[in-house]
């Protein structure tokens, strides 16, 4: 049993990496008063959120205790942390939210967890995801929905929902997601936390499932941290990414924030918080209210490329081994709630059929990455770009999905803010900022090109420290 009061346990669900890691090698904590702290707390809260859809705490503490003994190393030795669902961890299942892949279990560990593992890290569970990721919120029919801590009627965001929500409660002490299309910012703006997707190219994608086998989804793709502040998804970064990163100036740079009224749809209370970012930053740095090249074309473009072969790949995966096809399969869902795939998804591929590029369509689509490739590359070698990531903090259930998933189109009013990120490849760090009407939390991302990852953490850790930046919810103690 742990000797630690409840204003110690507290400290610790409060601690981001950074401190956690100091304390415990300054010999004030040990790694299995580290692990049972989130372990006994994860146990009350995640029956409210249903975040954690497999944990391993047995072996968790075991490998804590080999920590202690200083029989691992690691720049993580000792400290716990949790995985989206998505992600291979050796011995542990990689279901994509399927019921008939709930018995399968993963063989070898993703490159980044084995990155991870190789650091110290303690892998405590696995965490929830719309069904094959394919959708901004998260619920399927193998786990169910994933609910947000701040107000269980509202959505925690996908496809990392289930990351948002448990470390929004203090979890554990990061997490680790994927971001396709703000997979990784969805959850950190609706939930509260940060959350840092790296750059194309900058962290291995092996290991993740569904894997994406094209070349312009490939540049879309992230596996990135999640967590409690700036310095940790920093810290975190350092690790999984196959390249390092120089120093950067923030008096080198421009900081351009996206005008409040631009054609898209953004609430007043980020209206104001954008105001009040733009008079916080331009008392010391250069910065004016800006649209940058290629906005207006990205959303479709993110679409169009989602969209390429009409989620073959998926459909396979969805409807391996069941006797229906997608069709038939979201009718009946909608008549009788009782097919073993979840409207969203089955959904979700009918509209990549819906918007399928032809092939003279790709071509065209390769063309404009490359011109914007060489355009972005020379216009933000020294500018950040801060935008919001939704026009409102989190909705209730299911209204997320169909503001994206509309047979009306309404994703180009909704995600151009998230998708500029994803089809041009840049490394984006999301920290919250403020509240909403409703009392939810609401964040920014900042933008730049690959190479000025130090530039973007420099800049977050102000916005962190003059803004909301992670507060704990409490709301189940």
Known sequence: MSTL???????????????LVNKFNNKELTSVEIVSTYIEHNRKVNPEINAIVEERYEKALEEAKKADDRKTSGLLRGIPITVKEAIHVKEMKTTGGLEQRQDLIAREDAKVIRKLKESGAIILGKTNTPALCFCQETENKLYG?????????????????????????????????SDIGGSIRFPAHFNGIIGFKPGMNQVPTKGHF????????????????????????????SILGDETFGTRYLQDFKIEILPGNNSYPLSGEQHVLLDQIEETLSKTYSTRRCVPPYLEESALLWQEVMSIEGSKPIEKAAFNNVRSNVYSAFLREKLTQRTNIHPYLSWAIIGSKLFKPSAGRI????????????????????????????????????????????????????????????????????????????NMPVAIQIMSINGNEDAIFRLGKIIEKKFRGYIRCTRYE
């Open 210 to 237: 569904p894997s994406v086998l094209h070349p312009l989804q490939e540049r879309m793709l992230s596996i990135g941290p999640m967590g409690k502040s700036v310095r940790d998804m920093e810290f975190i970064y």
């Open 363 to 438: 071509r065209e689509i390769h063309e404009i990455i490359k011109k914007g490739d060489q355009m972005l590359e020379e216009y933000l070698q020294h500018r950040l770009l801060v935008f919001p990531v939704y026009h409102k903090g989190a909705l209730p259930h299911g209204k997320v999905y169909q503001e994206i998933f509309s047979i009306r189109k309404s994703f180009l009013q909704y995600m151009p803010y998230v998708a500029y990120a994803n089809i041009w490849g840049l490394p984006s760090l999301t920290i919250p900022v403020g509240k909403d009407e409703n």
């Open 145 to 177: 929905r994933t609910n947000n801590p701040w107000d269980v009627n509202r959505t925690a965001g996908g496809s990392s929902g289930g990351e948002g929500a448990i470390l929004a409660t203090g979890g554990a002490a990061a997490g680790i997601g």
């Open 5 to 19: 009061s409840v204003k110690e346990k507290e400290q610790i669900l409060s601690a981001d990496t950074v401190e």
